[in-house]
């Protein structure tokens, strides 16, 4: 079975950028044929999906995020990414991605002070 590991969360100050990494390991499937989500879960609240990129390569986004965030996947690196600019305290969570056929990962943990 695989697994994803997520990494590249961190302190940042409203108005900074990070970007997130989810790279799929483990197992032969190339996450770029099932697509990649990525999804938030801020302390109280339920877990939420702020952006989706499909196998065509076409992604979606939560109105929260729109303009602000980019999906994307690096086939050769078997790795999707989230770069995430004028990061708002309101995006503070964490962050998680996931693939068809992989279990949940750990989760980044993204902080944004204000």
């Known amino acids: 079975q695989g697994q994803l590991v997520e990494s590249g969360g961190g302190l940042v100050q409203a108005g900074g950028s990070l970007r997130l990494s989810c790279t799929a390991s483990?197992?032969?499937?190339?996450?770029?044929?099932?697509?990649a989500e990525w999804h938030r879960q801020a302390p109280g609240k339920p877990r939420e999906m702020v952006a989706l990129?499909?196998?065509?390569?076409?992604?979606n986004y939560a109105d929260s995020v729109k303009g602000r965030f980019t999906i994307s996947i690096d086939n050769a690196k078997n790795t999707a990414y989230l770069q995430m600019n004028s990061l708002k305290p309101e995006d503070t969570a964490v962050y998680y991605c996931?693939?068809?056929?992989?279990?949940w990962g750990q989760g980044t943990r993204v902080t944004v002070s204000s």
């Open positions: 990129i499909g196998s065509s390569g076409s992604a």
């Open positions: 996931h693939v068809l056929g992989f279990p």
């Open positions: 483990g197992n032969t499937f190339n996450i770029d044929r099932a697509g």
